[in-house]
């Protein structure tokens, strides 16, 4: 299931941004199910510790990513679409999951590569895969890295896993 995007996600109330019920829901569906579809979650935990980097990479997948009118002409020869492609923006669907997956695994966010494609397919949904990278890729310097100490929780006894 597609998660739903930025403008159904938030409501404001006076200055304050809040998530929406149905936001809610989907996190809490995704954090729950996690721990069931991927056994090896606590161990992938356990070894990102508190040095790694952790690469989020999310496939979005998409009823249809092109405007059906692009290649129909109209009696004058002029497309019936404006445009080739449809306006869908995977991008304002990403915090919700980077933060339901910061929630599920106890990593702040602020340690996430993203990575976001859009794929058409008849069966819509996301599919979300976690892997380490070492954070000198990205010029972490090495006394950074090596000076942590591995304090990570365990989360999946906390998230009420087994």
């Known amino acids: 299931q597609l998660p739903p995007s930025v403008n159904e996600m938030y409501f404001t109330k006076g200055k ?3 998530l929406t019920s149905k936001a809610k829901a989907y996190k809490q569906r995704l954090i729950t199910g996690a721990w069931e579809a991927c056994p090896g979650l606590n161990e992938f935990v356990l070894a ?3 040095t790694w980097f952790i690469l989020l990479e999310l496939d979005f997948y998409f009823e249809s990513l092109v405007n059906k ?3 129909a002409k109209d009696r004058a020869g002029k497309r019936k679409a ?3 492609y449809k306006r869908i923006d995977a991008s304002n669907r990403v915090k919700l999951l980077e933060d339901a997956v910061s929630e599920c695994i106890g990593i702040d966010d602020s340690r996430f590569q993203v990575n976001v494609r859009k794929h058409m ?5 996301v599919s979300i895969q976690l892997s380490l ?9 090495d006394e950074y890295v090596d000076s942590a100490v591995s304090g990570v929780r ?5 998230a009420g896993g087994s």
Not at 121 to 125: F, I, Y
Not at 133 to 141: H, K, N
Not at 154 to 158: A, G, K, S
């Open 16 to 18: 304050r941004r809040i």
């Open 48 to 50: 990102a510790g508190d």
């Open 69 to 71: 009118g692009w290649l």
């Open 82 to 84: 404006t445009q080739r």
């Open 121 to 125: 397919s008849p069966e819509t949904g």
């Open 133 to 141: 990278i070492d954070p000198t890729t990205y010029g972490v310097p």
């Open 154 to 158: 365990n989360v999946r006894r906390q």
